[in-house]
């Protein structure tokens, strides 16, 4: 299978060694631009989306950064995996690139086989996302979200697609994650919501908590990811540990959503209720033991209001 590639590098050996990587590994399908500007002019042009791209940070005029960000607002690009390609591997520059929508970051110089490991990790996905739509029909608006779900919500401030935390946080795990926080939100009775709500109902409800969440924390840097199960995970500089107080800002979550109530089949409502994790600092673990404190952060959020994401996680 070939898939379709875009590379954004305003550095000619950089556009001829992935054009060399992937022809030689059978990705001929490849586009190149030397510049953001000439990028937008070839997205907007081609009829078929790209399968994934791969763009410079550090550019002229548009930087990666920019244009990842452009293109993230694109509806056919959602998930996409974007790759963004960096000589330089310092915190900040990763934070740019995951809050532009990157999915993740290669180093420069380029290894071919660090690339060719992230083709054949797109290329499964595409094969997989192929299987699916032939094997279910698209969703519409009376379809419902599977409850186990991870979508990406828009419109909530700092909202990455799970895999992109997921590398975001390993990432940062291998240079400096001690002034990082990570945390969860678990909507309380998030099961019955989505056994009461139809899809877009069950997605205001998503909506709703993670904006304000999000405005909550919004004179912070973080990130925010929904991960299913009417769970939410996210990362903070630990700056903000003490200020605010964690349980202030669970607090005032909860009391902007006082308001917003879900009609049940009786005469009977329910409310949109999120609990909050205690923040665990991640410079206490490194690799993969990062990613799982995603999810026992979820399972301490949910041990707060009675529900069982973790079980579910373990299986």
Not at 139 to 153: A, P, V
Request: charged letters at 20%; glycine letters at 6%.
């Amino acid at each position: 299978m070939k898939l379709k590639i875009l590379a954004v590098d305003d550095d000619p050996i950089i556009r001829h060694l992935v054009k060399n990587v992937v022809t030689y590994w059978g990705y001929a399908d490849l586009t190149t631009a030397e510049s953001g500007e000439r990028a937008v002019q070839v997205i907007t042009q081609e009829s078929r989306p790209f399968d994934c791209m791969l763009i410079d940070m550090r550019m002229p005029g548009v930087s990666g950064g920019e244009l990842c960000s452009w293109v993230r607002k694109l509806s056919k690009y959602k998930q996409t995996p974007i790759f963004i390609v960096t000589a330089l591997s310092e915190k900040d520059d990763i934070d740019l690139a995951f809050a532009a929508g990157a999915s993740d970051y290669i180093t420069k110089p380029i290894a071919p086989s660090d690339l060719t490991s992230r083709l054949n990790q797109v290329r499964r996905q595409v094969m997989r996302s192929s299987a699916n739509v032939d094997d279910n029909q698209k969703l519409d608006d009376s379809s419902r979200i599977e409850f186990h779900q991870s979508i990406l919500l828009g419109g909530v401030h700092g909202e990455i697609e799970i895999g992109a935390m997921e590398n975001y946080i390993f990432k940062i795990s291998k240079s400096s994650a001690a002034n990082m926080n990570a945390f969860s939100f678990v909507i309380k009775d998030a099961a019955k919501l989505h056994s009461v709500c139809n899809r877009n109902d069950f997605l205001d409800v998503l909506k709703i908590t993670g904006m304000m969440m999000s405005k909550c924390l919004s004179s912070h840097q973080f990130l925010v990811s929904y991960v299913g199960y009417g769970a939410f995970v996210g990362v903070v500089q630990s700056d903000v540990a003490v200020d605010p107080i964690w349980n202030e800002i669970e607090q005032r979550v909860q009391d902007m959503l006082r308001g917003a109530r879900v009609p049940l089949p009786s005469s009977a409502s329910i409310g949109i209720v999120p609990y909050m994790s205690f923040p665990q600092q991640l410079s206490m673990w490194s690799g993969q033991n990062v990613v799982d404190i995603l999810y026992r952060l979820v399972g301490d959020a949910e041990s707060r209001c009675g529900d069982s994401f973790l079980s579910q996680y373990n299986k």
